[in-house]
């Protein structure tokens, strides 16, 4: 569970009817960005049924609701041996700021740790500015690799390491 989660606030597994609310927090995300798209019936088609997605790729995924809305999301999956990928970490723009973004990736970390997790691996956006001095800030390492998604956002991502 997450320490001194607010009395208004409940984290649960992820659900595949939670695909409207993933689409419109994750959107809304992107759309802070421009020229992000969110892909919900192309790349992004996951969200569609997230948790079976997860369930194929043997990850887990956590969501955040206020009130019946879904306000962050952080989901992980394994790579391989001791390897685990942080998939996606979102958080709406009120409560980027509030210490929310680090309890809900510490909660993802120590649950893959548990896992046997001796590293965690993320692909982040290049434009995603504030994300990248988020994830320096918890320990993650920005590596010389990108990839390039060929995409309607035309996407260039960093990767981030973190070892335990």
């Not at 001194?4 to 960005?33: H, K, M, Q, W």
């Not at 958080?91 to 046997?116: N, S």
């Not at 691996?121 to 998604?149: C, I, M, N, P, V």
Request: glycine share 10%.
């Amino acid at each position: 569970m997450i320490k001194d989660l607010p009395a208004d606030f409940s984290l649960r597994a992820v659900a595949d009817t939670d695909a409207d609310g993933l689409i419109t927090l994750i959107g809304n995300c992107f759309g802070e960005y421009e020229g992000v798209y969110l892909e919900p019936d192309g790349l992004d088609s996951d969200l569609r049924a997230y948790a079976s997605y997860l369930a194929d790729i043997k990850g887990a995924g956590y969501i955040i609701e206020k009130n019946g809305e879904i306000v962050a999301v952080v989901s992980c999956a394994p790579i391989g041996a001791g390897r685990w990928q942080l998939k996606r970490i979102y958080l709406g723009q009120a409560l980027r700021g509030t210490g929310l973004g680090p309890k809900l990736l510490k909660f993802i970390e120590d649950f893959m740790r548990a896992a046997g997790a001796e590293s965690i691996e993320l692909w982040s956006d290049t434009r995603f500015s504030r994300a990248h001095r988020f994830y320096e800030r918890e320990g993650y390492e920005k590596q010389a690799q990108t990839r390039d998604l060929h995409d309607s956002s035309n996407t260039t991502e960093f990767y981030f390491i973190k070892r335990f």
